[in-house]
């Protein structure tokens, strides 16, 4: 471990390189267990060093954007969490293609379309987290989601030793799914199609989906946005508003009074607190309607 650690901190400088890290700090679950290794490469090459030295030591590895999705068991990951911030956080727009790379955060990605006056991007002005996740998971809101706007991704093996592109078909996007999961590849940049659009019409749109996201969801309190992926032919929410979930606590961690899809930290919840509820919510609700819940947060760690 001393070795591979001092071999990537000698690349990437001192401050690139964070051991038993507490990774509430960078997770917007606000709790969690620490990580062996945190590594925060500032380009791309960084970047490519340091997953090509992580696989030569068959090192346990994750790469993570903004940590809105994320959440770090109490035992802490046995291995190195690997974050693409601001150095990946580029935007270039030519015409209607707005290209941008994996840690931008998803709403300087619709500031950049708004400033550019291009429309179809307004739909995920208010999901939390970076572009990277949002492309892995085929985030989704309001009627829209990315695989409607994704031209392509530029690609990282997770080993480090390729870049390549895939098309927005080659992607693979279903429901909070991409083709990723499966080759644990790594987003550096997307390209979007967008339309021409009128400044004020779009800034309006934005506007009455951030009220209607203020009015409806518990954005004042840490959590990691729906917790659970829809059921075919549900609402999760509902179904766990029907089983009388909604409101219920367990230690700091509770189903949202507001919007039963959101377990939210209130103060002090542990990884334990909200992995506790979410079996009490999952296995209630199977009891009551068959239906079995499942967690779009990516839970890791021991």
């Not at 993570?64 to 956080?89: C, H, P, Q, T």
């Not at 999901?127 to 309001?142: D, K, R, T």
């Not at 695989?147 to 991704?153: G, P, R, V």
Request: charged share 25%; net charge neutral.
């Amino acid at each position: 471990m001393a070795s591979l650690k001092d071999k990537i901190r000698e690349k990437l400088g001192e401050k690139a390189v964070l051991e038993d890290c507490d990774m509430s700090r960078f997770t917007s679950f606000r709790t969690g267990g620490k990580a062996d290794l945190l590594i925060m490469p500032e380009t791309i090459e960084d970047l490519k060093f340091t997953l090509r030295e992580l696989s030569k030591e068959d090192m346990p590895r994750m790469v993570m954007g903004n940590g809105s999705n994320v959440l770090v068991r109490d035992g802490g990951y046995k291995g190195a969490i690997v974050k693409l911030g601001e150095a990946f956080g580029s935007v270039a727009i030519q015409g209607e293609t707005l290209t941008a790379g994996s840690g931008t955060l998803m709403s300087a990605v619709a500031k950049a379309a708004l400033d550019a006056e291009l429309s179809g991007f307004e739909f995920a002005s208010g999901i939390p987290g970076s572009l990277g996740g949002a492309v892995f998971m085929n985030a989704g809101a309001y009627g829209g989601e990315m695989a409607d706007i994704i031209q392509e991704a530029r690609i990282l093996a997770k080993d480090g030793s390729r870049e390549y592109v895939l098309s927005c078909q080659e992607l693979g996007l279903g429901y909070r799914h991409s083709v990723l999961h499966e080759t644990g590849d790594i987003v550096v940049s997307a390209v979007l199609r967008l339309a021409r659009g009128e400044g004020k019409v779009i800034r309006e749109n934005m506007k009455e989906l951030t009220a209607k996201r203020n009015e409806k969801q518990p954005v004042s309190l840490p959590s990691a946005g729906s917790f659970f992926k829809r059921p075919e032919g549900h609402f999760a929410g509902k179904l766990i508003q029907d089983a009388g979930l909604k409101g219920m606590s367990l230690g700091g961690a509770q189903v949202s009074p507001l919007h039963s899809g959101f377990i939210v930290n209130t103060g002090g919840a542990t990884a334990s607190d909200i992995l506790r509820l979410m079996e009490v919510v999952q296995a209630t609700v199977l009891d009551k309607f068959g239906v079995k819940l499942e967690p779009e947060v990516r839970i890791i760690g021991e």
